[in-house]
């Protein structure tokens, strides 16, 4: 089984290892595994808690939503009813994120094709100057 | 109708759209045959449009338009890149077929 220093695992998930042992201290990560030296080592399922953690603190979500999320993680089929809804009403975001982000992905393919086929300049940038 | 309008044409009418820009040399070229396929065409009840896809970005990249020239049919893209006449001609004989089945 693997496992990482603390400070591996800050710089591979570019967090603080102070945020990773508050994350231990209020309980979204479980007690860390410890070497004889008393140095944490990180197993890769931490590393795969971890990532999660910041995902969704990426989509805005607070700790105490991500704590909950983690127990449905943990054990979706014994998860209680508000943990449940929150995990639906969090897909839901995610889903209306991912629209949001697949048509400004459309819309960047497209700005990058008509520059890319314009051989005069690009015309979103003459565009722009006309506007200004 | 006005060069550009995005406006959503009667119902009853076929609505076919060329997304251009004026930069593109491919653009100008399929203008040339879009004008010509519709002065020629002998359809009837079809809206021929062409649209500035800069100017209208939100109504190209709602019908999934990602590089121009492109051409929708009843508000469905259907090519990018300018089809043939006789391509073009087949698509909209296919869409009539397809809306008058459904119609019935």
Known sequence: ?132 | MALGSATPVNSQLLDIVLFSTSACDNCRRASRTFAQLRSESAFDNIVWREVDVVAEIDYAVSLGVLATPAIAIGGKLVFTGMPTQQRLYEAIQDHLTSKGSSDE
Do not use: W
């Open chain 1, 1 to 132: 089984m693997n496992s990482y220093s603390i400070g591996k695992v800050a710089r591979q998930l570019t967090l603080s290892m102070d945020t990773l042992r508050y994350y231990e201290k209020i309980g979204l990560l479980p007690k860390i595994n410890r070497a004889t030296s008393g140095i944490r080592l990180y197993s890769d399922k931490d590393i795969s808690r971890l990532k999660f953690i910041k995902r969704a603190q990426q989509m805005n979500f607070t700790l105490t939503e991500i704590g909950n999320l983690l127990q449905m993680r943990d054990d979706p089929q014994h998860a209680r009813d508000e943990v449940r809804q929150l995990t639906g009403c969090k897909l839901q975001q995610v889903e209306s994120r991912l629209a949001e982000l697949n048509i400004l992905r459309n819309e960047l393919t497209l700005l990058v094709n008509l520059c890319a086929a314009s051989r005069q300049g690009c015309p979103i940038i003459d565009k722009i100057d006309e506007e200004h």
